[in-house]
């Protein structure tokens, strides 16, 4: 394609699935539409729009539009315009209406370069994630992946109650990430902001989160990412990881996160590898971070173990280079506001603290730090005294 189709959704939908092929610039999805008869009234005028009634959608949300949808993909693809627009309410079924419960991603894009997903502060991706979140272990999809698409640009969408992660972005060489709203309750499992793997240079900038997981998640196979003014809360902060699981071994380096807040976050800016990885985690920086009642604020943590028993192990993926400057706020940690966690076989190296002053939410609990295997220096760190670096000089 070359380009990406400028595709204007006028209509509210039903959607499911979007199982595409191995070929480059193609686009499906089975699809119900349930709206209005006529779509409304909008002021932009792209160069060119594309109304899924034009080819057969019923819009009763019974019926299945699935060729109507896939018929005005293909005729916006053949447009070769500037982007696809989506300005209503793309809505999923419920669980119980899906036809096939064993897939991976509800709504996907694959191989489409230059493509612009612009939602123009209208759009919405609405997964209904509660009809999912509360069937346990079933295998819950991603709300939207874009998957190797060069020369990215996503923006203005409204992402809610995704049924497992909202936004993933997977094999992707320049993309930028902007003005996103994400919401799902702080109790929905596993439902991450934005996820990121085996992905080189991305921006996400000026978007707010309020997830039951991560805000962003950055994964291995990932290199020079910026993140900054990012609103996040509830949610279980931004990470770097997990990386490393079942022995896998991961690569991520170039990690800038900068001018964020936290508002009641689970966690706040940290790195979790686990046990029995290999690989590196290098050139990460944090800065000028604000938190408002965070838990547990700054952590590495090496020993990452979300369930109750995992064995030890004396491989790890390595942890150096990683700077945390500028970091303010308050915290209801009642462990350490500062843990930094790291393998006695591969410990943390070149690990720098500066200018932290997070003071704790009950002056009954006074914040603290903590340091197992963590090499480096720590200059200006008044709440709290980070006094447990190893000092390699």
Not at 51 to 71: C, L, N, P, Q, W
Request: aromatic share 8%; proline share 4%; glycine share 10%.
């Amino acid at each position: 394609m070359g380009s990406s189709a400028y595709f204007l959704i006028l209509l509210w939908a039903f959607l499911e699935l979007s199982i595409i092929g191995s070929a480059r610039n193609e686009i499906g999805f089975w699809a119900y539409y349930n709206g209005p008869t006529q779509p409304p009234s909008l002021s932009p005028s792209p160069k060119s729009t594309v109304d899924v009634t034009a080819f057969g959608a019923v819009g009763d949300g019974k019926t299945d539009d699935s060729k109507a949808f896939e018929s005005a993909w293909e005729a916006a693809c053949r447009e070769v315009s500037d982007s696809t627009k989506i300005l209503g309410t793309i809505v999923a079924p419920a669980r119980e209406a899906w036809t096939n419960k064993n897939l991976g991603q509800w709504l996907i894009f694959q191989g489409v370069d230059s493509l612009t997903l612009e939602g123009d502060g209208q759009g919405i991706i609405d997964g209904q994630g509660a009809t999912w979140w509360e069937n346990g272990n079933d295998r819950r999809p991603d709300a939207l992946r874009i998957s190797h698409c060069n020369n990215l640009q996503i923006s203005g969408l409204k992402h809610i109650n995704s049924q497992k992660f909202h936004v993933v972005i997977d094999g992707c060489i320049n993309a930028t990430i902007s003005r996103l709203h994400i919401i799902a309750p702080s109790t929905s499992p596993n439902t991450d902001g934005i996820d990121v793997g085996s992905s080189t240079n991305v921006l996400i900038n000026n978007c707010t989160m309020e997830t039951g997981d991560d805000c962003i998640a950055i994964k291995g196979g990932t290199s020079n990412v910026t993140i900054s003014e990012i609103a996040c809360g509830p949610g279980h902060g931004i990470s770097v990881g997990s990386l490393g699981q079942g022995g896998k071994r991961d690569e991520v380096e170039g990690i800038s996160v900068s001018n964020c807040t936290f508002n009641r976050t689970q966690n706040g800016v940290r790195i979790k590898t686990w046990q029995g990885g290999s690989g590196f985690a290098r050139n990460i920086n944090f800065s000028y971070i604000n938190f408002t009642e965070a838990d547990n604020p700054v952590i590495i943590d090496q020993f990452y173990c979300p369930h109750q028993i995992c064995t030890n192990k004396t491989s790890a993926v390595e942890v150096s280079n990683v700077t945390f400057t500028g970091l303010r706020g308050t915290s209801i940690c009642t462990n350490s506001t500062v843990s930094l966690q790291c393998s006695d076989t591969v410990p943390c190296t070149n690990i720098v603290l500066a200018d932290v002053d997070i003071t704790s939410a009950d002056p009954q609990n006074p914040t603290s730090a903590v340091c197992l295997n963590a090499y480096g220096i720590a200059q200006d760190t008044y709440n709290p005294t980070v006094d447990c670096l190893i000092d390699t000089k």
